[in-house]
């Protein structure tokens, strides 16, 4: 070896001893040993590994590394596959009644032999009429068919003779669009219906719509829109002649907006002792305006008023609120005194609809925390629940039909409820026709005379772009 040269030989586990020799001083001048560590060869097993674990690859388009197994989609899974369990369950109830021939006579005939109780009766004759109820599509006829396919329904209300319908769609561009569809040559077997529309657009969220009677009965429509910007909300009356003439004489009318920012829900009093006044249901107060003069009357409250209606004979104006409190006003008294809460009820969870009967003896109301309750407003009590809707923090209305006997409402669940209104038992469940999504929660209107007073009692039904009838 040649000066400096070193000599290694390889010592237990795998250590490498080193040692430098110095030309002519071979055995004298031996330089100390040191040691080198080999890093251990992999096991073929693990090479594989290795090198995966060392590779890099380039992210494409989609490769997102997304787990589609979440807990939201697992759920959106289950409750399809119960929708459509519920379609076809349905469609066998209806085929297995009418083999059975089990009708209306047949049960008449066992309640008069004594076979049936009255109350057995008229639940079992709710159920047959509700479940014999078929879904039609009702074909919508309109000026401009294109948007008729892109429009989608947020809401509907029928007015008081459920001759006409209130909608108001989402437009595709962004904003909303008003329309009324005449329902009187709704008839069976083809069921058509026209849409009338104005070029009324607005980019504002509609909180709250309730039918007006300025000039007759249902002749304005009320909106509550919310502000945006620097533009504060406002209460507006749409006449409805601006749509479609209804009325003998009717002449197209002029917006009447007033500044109202932030208003919540609505309502329109028919009571004498309120001629020509609506109501108004803010953050923490109350605003009833009369519409001829401007006069306003203001009351403080300690909550959001969510839901208001009028009592028809008695001088009140209940009101539903975030607190879960539901209070009357009595409009005989001054805003500035402290007697103007005439009842109060409570609900564990934020009221978002109430309903008086018509004996104004009673009131129902629902909660976001999917609770629906008759109170005795006379004892404050509450005598009746209604079991099965499913609420968790929608706005969502609550529909009472006292001729039917029957109360009927939209679940967040998409799913429609009808119960008997005097004894509370569930009578059917109507799933979405459409999958079910927090966007498409359908919007429904239940008439016992649907296209007028020749009509037949029915269920209307708007979800996305469609509109679907359930007749008796």
Known sequence: ??????????????????????????SANRMPATAVTRPRRPHPARLGVLLCQNRYFRLLPGHNNCNPLTKESLRHKEMESKRLQL????????????????NASSLLQKSKLGFLNVTSYCRLAHELRLSCMERKKVQIQSSDPSALASDRFNLILADTNSDRLFTVNDVKVGGSKYGIISLRGMKTPTLRVHMHENLYFTNRKVNSVCW??????????LLCLMGIAETPGC????PASLFVSSHPGDRPGMLCSFRIPGAWSCAWSLNIQANNCFS??????????????????SFGTSSDVLAQQFALMAPLLFNGCRSGEIFAIDL??????????????????????VQILQEEESLMASDMAGKIKLWDLRTTKCIRQYEGHVNEYAYLPLHVHE?????????QDCYTRIWSLHDGHLLRTIPSPHPTSKADIPSVAFSSRLGGFRGAPGLLMAVQQDLYCFSY
């Open 1 to 26: 070896m040649g000066e400096g040269a070193t000599s290694s030989t390889l010592g237990p586990d795998n250590t490498v001893l080193t040692r430098g020799i110095t030309q002519g001083h071979k």
């Open 87 to 102: 379609l076809e369950e349905e469609d066998k109830q209806r085929k297995k009644i009418a083999r059975m021939g089990f």
């Open 212 to 221: 007006a009677s300025l000039n007759h009965l249902d002749s304005h429509i």
């Open 235 to 238: 209460a507006t009356l749409l």
């Open 280 to 297: 108004t249901g803010l953050s923490r107060r109350v605003l009833v305006t009369n519409v001829v003069t401007g006069h306003r009357r």
């Open 332 to 353: 005989r008294c001054h805003n500035q005194g402290k007697g103007w809460k005439a009842t109060r009820l409570f609900h564990d969870s934020a009221v978002t609809s």
């Open 403 to 411: 001729e039917e006997e029957i109360v009927v409402a939209v679940g």
